[in-house]
């Protein structure tokens, strides 16, 4: 890592500016690719759609077979035809899973997973920012997405094929299989953690054997995250599949579930990056709270237990949580909390970081009602204009129909200019 200067120390803008530039040349990077040391060619095979049905089958495997080969893509002008290759049989494969029946039959089955494997698990890179911030930071993108992506969407096609079969897959699509999986959540790539949601949720509803330990491994990797690194890139992912798990929990709740709830989520709320995954674990508690009214009371405990001290706008997010636990709260648990809430909420509204959230808020509303104000005297205008229009038109019903349609479009065109003009986008003209 180059060293840092005197003046960078000093002026943090600087510093945030290089590192931007710097993001900026270089916005895409590559995992550790376990690449052949001879670079193989490609020769295409023929279509699945053009063999006949008895070779239909050797030829997919084949095909699959084909598609284990890895390429290069920070060397953007090698193995450029076997690149192009690949990309087209992966394509091929996702229709063929897509639109025939029978063709997952059980030898299939370690030959596909094989293939995903081989092209998916990975080391991911280290980031070339340290200092990588989510919100600001544009992330690095995947160098061989356009292979990736493919095999992502073979995989969900795969898994959504209607002959697909759990009995067989079990044993491919294992504990290790998962395990490599969830790391991947890890990935800056935003379009990867995307596609991992939604395989991972396919995969939590169709092995059952494998639910309680997908469960647990989140649970670790929240422990880590907030404990140890303070570092994941997936868990708002990772919460979004929560916030659907939760909501199918039988009744009563397990004691393993009001743990996670307590141990597990209601810590996340400590975590520096909250804003990135806050609507997502309020979501998680809400559904909680819906299940079982009586956790309302530890969770608004541990919720003021954990309050931000200095950070007006980590406040601003636990008040918008307490509101939406109170919109499903119910009286008997409400008269338990009231008491040490409404103590930390006049803590807050004593608060002179507050104070000046309240007042900008405050001054918001203020234009925003003379913004109503302006676009009712507006909607008087136009009236008074259609009315002096059609006076004009009705005196003038003798003269050249060209004159007095010019003057009605001109008209009208002007008065809605001057609205559209005066009328923010979040107003009532445009609801």
């Known amino acids: 890592m180059s060293a840092i200067s005197a003046s960078e120390k000093v002026d943090g803008f600087t510093r945030k500016s290089m590192r931007k530039a710097q993001k900026q040349r270089k916005s895409q990077g590559s995992s550790q690719y376990r690449t052949q040391s001879a670079p193989v060619e490609l020769s295409p095979l023929p279509q699945l759609k053009d063999a006949p049905s008895t070779e239909q089958q050797e030829l997919f495997t084949q095909k699959l077979q084909q598609c284990c080969m890895l390429f290069d893509f920070f060397d953007s002008v090698t193995d450029l035809k076997s690149k192009e290759i690949k990309r087209a049989t992966l394509n091929e494969l996702v229709d063929y899973v897509s639109t025939n029946r029978g063709v997952l039959v059980e030898s299939t089955y370690p030959e596909i997973t094989n293939m995903i494997s081989t092209n998916i698990f990975r080391s991911l890179p280290p980031s070339d920012n340290p200092d990588f911030d989510p919100e600001e930071d544009e992330p690095t993108l995947e160098a061989a997405w356009p292979h990736i992506q493919l095999v992502y969407e073979f995989l969900l096609r795969f898994l959504e094929n209607p002959d ?94 009001k743990q996670f709830l307590m141990k597990v989520l209601i810590p996340l709320h400590t975590a520096k990056g909250l804003a990135l995954f806050h609507a997502q674990l309020a979501y998680c508690v809400v559904q909680f709270l819906e299940k079982d009214p009586t956790l309302t009371e530890p969770v608004i405990r541990g919720l003021l237990k954990f309050w931000p001290k200095t950070c007006s706008q980590k406040e601003v997010m636990f008040l918008g949580e307490i509101e939406e636990i109170l919109d499903v709260i119910e009286p008997t648990q409400f008269k338990k909390i009231q008491e040490p809430l409404f103590k930390q909420i006049s803590r807050c509204v004593a608060n002179p970081h507050f104070q000046r959230v309240a007042t900008n808020t405050n001054s918001d509303r203020q234009r925003e009602k003379k913004k109503e104000q302006e676009r009712d005297e507006l909607w008087k205008k136009l009236d008074e204009l259609r009315l002096s229009n059609s006076t004009l038109v009705q005196n003038n019903s003798h003269g050249p129909p060209s004159i007095q349609n010019n003057n009605t479009t001109t008209t009208t065109t002007t008065a809605a200019a001057v609205i559209v003009r005066a009328t923010p986008r979040t107003g009532a003209l445009w609801k």
């Open 164 to 257: 697909f079969q759990p009995s067989i897959a079990k044993r491919y699509i294992d504990q290790k299989f998962v395990l490599q999986l969830l790391e991947l959540f890890d990935s800056e790539d935003p379009r990867e953690r995307d596609f991992l949601k939604t395989i991972l949720h396919r995969i939590y509803g169709k092995f059952l054997g494998l639910r309680a330990f997908i469960r647990k491994q989140i649970n670790n990797i929240f422990l880590r995250f907030v404990y140890e690194t303070e570092h994941f890139n997936g868990v708002a992912e990772l919460l979004e599949i929560l916030g659907s798990i939760i909501n199918g929990f039988a009744l009563p709740l397990k004691a393993e579930h």
